[in-house]
């Protein structure tokens, strides 16, 4: 009688948690999709070619989101040139080359781990206190991408590592029977099966950047640029910092601007995010 009982608790427990975590789980989808039905239904009727392709104004019809998104593909593409290289080479040295027995390892492993959990706001102090006293730098698009770029740093460090963990040893032994050095086998083993992990890292970390604010805004990002930025050295806008400034007047159009704006945001980080997804089932096919 006692193990029957004890089992209907257990089939109780079992059933409760788990619909609590399914409710949870429809809770947070329910408001999400309250949330972005309205900002679609607000802001779908001011998204045409003349919005994409127009530069910002003070009168709502006339107000364009260009400048705005040119200067976000600047900063990804210059933070992507900086991390990219910084991050996978940190991730081969620490899993391949460091001692992990030295003090210097756990270090940088206590240090790397703690930074990527930082607010962004802090690197953007950060970046105010060095990059902002740089006058040439002041307000331009290298100093956004400097201040973001040490803000993924260490999430792409995290994930590349993990990818790097989980390279097969019977396959690293493999190639050292071969007679391949280091080197070669790092090129020929270990970063070909851990590409699909350090792809989707690295593509979830820089759609991370591209919706950030608040760095940028510390750091001296202009909220109404009228020009295209023509070099790393250029003011500059981006889309967050377009978003907030749309948000914060009063009239309710560009209210509505910024809710068109949020949807173009939306579909860069969509897209961004479904690349890693094909970019990691792909070359998980292939490993297999």
């Known amino acids: ?5 004890n089992l209907k608790a257990r089939k109780f427990k ?5 619909y609590l975590f399914l409710s949870s789980i429809v809770f947070c989808l329910l408001f999400l999709l309250i949330l972005l039905s309205g900002i679609f239904s607000t802001g779908i009727k001011w998204i045409s070619m003349k919005f994409l392709t127009s530069t910002p104004s003070r009168i709502p019809s006339r107000a364009g989101f260009l400048p705005a998104i040119v200067g976000s593909f600047y900063l990804i593409g210059t933070i992507g040139l900086i991390t990219v290289p910084i991050g996978i080479g940190s991730a081969i040295y620490l899993e391949q080359y460091s001692n992990k027995k030295s003090w210097f390892y756990s270090f940088l492993e206590i240090n790397i781990s703690n930074l ?3 607010p962004a706001i802090v690197y953007g102090l950060l970046g ?4 902002s006293r740089i006058h040439s730098i002041r307000g331009s698009v290298l100093s956004g991408a400097l201040v973001l770029s040490l803000m993924i740093l260490p999430v ?20 050292y029977g071969l007679g391949m050095t280091k080197w070669q086998m790092i090129k020929a083993v270990v ?9 989707t890292g690295i593509i979830l970390s820089l759609s991370r ?5 608040a760095p940028l805004l510390v750091v ?3 909220s109404m640029v009228t020009k295209l930025p023509s070099s790393l050295l250029s003011k500059y806008t981006a889309m967050p910092i377009q978003i907030f400034q749309w948000s914060s007047y009063p009239k309710k159009d560009f209210q509505d601007l910024a809710a068109a704006g949020i949807m173009v945001l939306l579909f860069f980080l969509l897209s961004a995010n479904s690349v890693a997804i094909i970019l990691r089932n792909k070359y998980q096919k292939e490993r297999e």
């Open 116 to 118: 990527a959990g930082v």
């Open 1 to 5: 009688m006692i193990l029957v009982n």
């Open 156 to 175: 792409i460090i995290v994930s590349a590592r993990e990818a790097v963990k989980a390279v097969p040893s019977i396959l690293i032994e493999a190639a």
């Open 220 to 222: 001296g990002a202009a």
């Open 209 to 213: 950047a591209i919706g950030e604010s």
């Open 14 to 18: 079992d059933k409760f948690f788990k």
């Open 191 to 199: 970063i070909p099966y851990a590409a699909p992990g350090m792809l």
């Open 128 to 131: 105010l206190a060095i990059f």
